[in-house]
C-alpha cells in the first residue's frame, strides 16, 4: 500500500462517510467524498483514486451503475459498502467487478482492514513481478497484470486477475475455496465470494464457462487449472 493512497467514500449518509473519512485518514489514507454518482465521476475524471468505497443505494444512479461505469475505464478496486446483506446484491456487486462486498454492520476497523487488503492485492504482492506464464492460448504478464487469450487482452478486475495468476501458477494442483479466501480475502471474505470471482474468471477464458475444460470444479474439494490445448 502507499502512503497516502487516495480512498474515494460514495455515500450519501454524511455521517457514515465522516466515520469512514475519520478511520481511513487514522490509517493513513487520504479521503474523497461524494454524495452521488454525478459528484463521484467528477473526481474520478480529476485525480488518481486508489480504491472506491461505494454505497448501493444512492440518490439517482445506484452504486451499481458507477461500478459499471468505473469497469469500462478503470481497475481500480471497488469495495461495496451496503445496509443490504442479501446474497443476489452481493452476488450482483461482484459479478459487476467489485473485489468485495461489505454489509454496513462491519465496523469501522473492518471496513479498514478490507480496504488495506485490497491494495495490497493491487500492487501484486502475492505473485513473483518478474513472471510470465505462457499456455500458448493463454498469456498472464505478471509484472504487467495483464492476461491475453488467443492473443487478445482480456479485461480483468484486480481480484480476478489474482485468483486467475494464483490458479495457473500451480497447474493441476487443487485448490481449495478455503484457500482461495485466505489467500486474497484474509478472515473478512466470505466463501460465495470465491464461486463468483471464479464464474466471473470461466466467462472471460472459457470457450463455453457452462462446461470449462481450462478453470475446472473439482467437487467438494475446490479448483483446479488444466494445462490443455486449445
Same mark, same amino acid.
Given at each position: 500500500?502507499?502512503?497516502?493512497?487516495?480512498?474515494?467514500?460514495?455515500?450519501?449518509?454524511? +455521517?457514515?462517510?465522516?466515520?469512514?473519512?475519520?478511520?481511513?485518514?487514522?490509517?493513513?489514507?487520504?479521503?474523497?467524498?461524494?454524495?452521488?454518482?454525478? +459528484?463521484?465521476?467528477?473526481?474520478?475524471?480529476?485525480?488518481?483514486?486508489?480504491?472506491?468505497?461505494?454505497?448501493?443505494?444512492?440518490?439517482?444512479?445506484?452504486?451499481?451503475?458507477?461500478?459499471?461505469?468505473?469497469?469500462?475505464?478503470?481497475?481500480?478496486?471497488?469495495?461495496?459498502?451496503?445496509?443490504?446483506?442479501?446474497?443476489?446484491?452481493?452476488?450482483?456487486?461482484?459479478?459487476?467487478?467489485?473485489?468485495?462486498?461489505?454489509?454496513?454492520?462491519?465496523?469501522?476497523?473492518?471496513?479498514?482492514?478490507?480496504?488495506?487488503?485490497?491494495?495490497?492485492?493491487?500492487?501484486?504482492?502475492?505473485?513473483?513481478?518478474?513472471?510470465?506464464?505462457?499456455?500458448?492460448?493463454?498469456?498472464?504478464?505478471?509484472? +504487467?497484470?495483464?492476461?491475453?487469450?488467443?492473443?487478445?487482452?482480456?479485461?480483468?478486475?484486480?481480484?480476478?486477475?489474482?485468483?486467475?495468476?494464483?490458479? +495457473?501458477?500451480?497447474?493441476?494442483?487443487?485448490?481449495?475455496?478455503?484457500?482461495?479466501?485466505?489467500?486474497?480475502?484474509?478472515?473478512?471474505?466470505?466463501?460465495?465470494?470465491?464461486?463468483?470471482?471464479?464464474?466471473?474468471?470461466?466467462?472471460?477464458?472459457?470457450?463455453?464457462?457452462?462446461?470449462?475444460?481450462?478453470?475446472?470444479?473439482?467437487?467438494?474439494?475446490?479448483?483446479?487449472?488444466?494445462?490443455?490445448?486449445?
Amino acid at each position: 500500500m502507499e502512503s497516502g493512497a487516495t480512498i474515494l467514500v460514495v455515500d450519501d449518509d454524511l +455521517a457514515i462517510a465522516d466515520l469512514m473519512r475519520d478511520f481511513l485518514e487514522a490509517g493513513g489514507f487520504r479521503v474523497e467524498t461524494a454524495g452521488d454518482v454525478a +459528484a463521484a465521476k467528477l473526481i474520478l475524471a480529476a485525480r488518481p483514486i486508489a480504491c472506491l468505497l461505494l454505497d448501493v443505494l444512492l440518490p439517482g444512479p445506484s452504486g451499481f451503475d458507477l461500478c459499471r461505469w468505473v469497469r469500462q475505464q478503470w481497475d481500480t478496486p471497488i469495495l461495496f459498502l451496503s445496509a443490504n446483506d442479501a446474497d443476489v446484491n452481493k452476488i450482483r456487486g461482484l459479478g459487476l467487478g467489485g473485489d468485495d462486498y461489505i454489509v454496513k454492520t462491519a465496523t469501522p476497523a473492518e471496513v479498514v482492514a478490507r480496504v488495506q487488503a485490497v491494495l495490497r492485492r493491487y500492487r501484486g504482492g502475492v505473485m513473483a513481478p518478474a513472471a510470465v506464464l505462457n499456455f500458448g492460448w493463454l498469456v498472464i504478464d505478471m509484472r +504487467a497484470r495483464e492476461a491475453r487469450v488467443d492473443g487478445q487482452p482480456i479485461a480483468l478486475t484486480v481480484r480476478e486477475f489474482d485468483v486467475l495468476a494464483f490458479l +495457473a501458477a500451480h497447474p493441476r494442483q487443487v485448490i481449495t475455496a478455503a484457500q482461495l479466501l485466505d489467500q486474497f480475502w484474509g478472515q473478512v471474505g466470505e466463501r460465495h465470494t470465491v464461486t463468483v470471482h471464479i464464474g466471473r474468471i470461466r466467462e472471460k477464458i472459457e470457450p463455453d464457462p457452462r462446461q470449462p475444460r481450462y478453470l475446472v470444479t473439482v467437487w467438494g474439494v475446490g479448483y483446479r487449472f488444466e494445462e490443455l490445448p486449445r
